[in-house]
């Protein structure tokens, strides 16, 4: 199963964009890029996803390397209701889902 | 906005007994899920259900096991409850979106098992 490699935590300062990245070197041509993220005490929620070119929605945008090898999901403006856990994952259409750790995000007041 | 509801929020129930999740989605997905969440090992899948009264194991069913009646409610059920089922248990239910799938959650289950 294809993999993905996230920083385990980083900070923002609020009202600043954010660039969380995420490494899936073993991803294949099927594999769509999902963006997820969970509040403190919360179930995950739908961020964002992708298969090739950058996508745009309310919440973020999603960035997608030329080789699909990396990804980077952007919060344009920080705030303080942005601070959560977020999980870059790659769906096939099989339904094993994988979540790693995540990346925690802080967002400095 | 698609809403997933779970029955409890916490729970605990003693080692042996029965215990029945309940997981209802209003949006009429047809796939529903059941996952497990502990630290440090993420979101693990325990049962999937592709429609009503079909049902698919996961990554770890064992000691579990799932019911699909009607369309819009899945349940999990813990037929003997032991302490190593203590987790956050999130239900999710899915639609399809131009060529991919987005998942939506209920807000979790914290279940401790003494």
């Known amino acids: 199963d294809a993999k993905t490699t996230q920083p385990n935590s980083m900070e923002s300062n609020e009202e600043e964009p954010v660039h969380l990245p995420c490494n899936h070197s073993?991803?294949?041509?099927?594999?769509?890029i999902h963006w997820y993220r969970q509040l403190p005490s919360q179930g995950p929620e739908y961020v964002i996803h992708g298969l090739t070119s950058n996508v745009n929605n309310r919440m973020a945008s999603l960035a997608i390397a030329e080789d699909r090898k990396s990804s980077t999901l952007i919060l344009h403006r920080a705030t303080l209701r942005d601070a959560a856990v977020y999980y870059c994952?790659?769906?096939?259409?099989?339904?094993?889902?994988?979540f790693g750790p995540g990346t925690s995000l802080s967002v400095i007041p | 906005d698609v809403k997933v509801t779970q029955s409890s929020r916490y729970l605990v129930k003693r080692t042996g007994e029965k215990v029945f999740l309940e997981c209802v989605q209003d949006?009429?997905?047809?796939?529903m899920f059941w996952y497990r969440q502990d630290p440090g090992l993420g979101l693990r899948l325990i049962y999937f259900s592709y429609d009503v009264k079909m049902k698919e194991k996961g990554d770890i069913p064992e000691g579990y096991s799932v019911s699909r009646e009607k369309k819009e409610r899945f349940s999990l059920i813990l037929e003997s409850a032991s302490t190593n089922q203590t987790s956050m248990y999130l239900c999710?239910?899915?639609?399809?979106?131009?060529?991919?799938?987005?998942?939506?959650f209920g807000p979790g289950t914290r279940l401790t098992v003494t």
């Open positions: 073993t991803i294949s041509g099927t594999d769509y």
């Open positions: 999710a239910s899915r639609r399809l979106a131009g060529n991919a799938y987005e998942q939506y």
């Open positions: 949006m009429d997905h047809e796939n």
């Open positions: 994952i790659l769906r096939t259409s099989y339904d094993k889902v994988i």
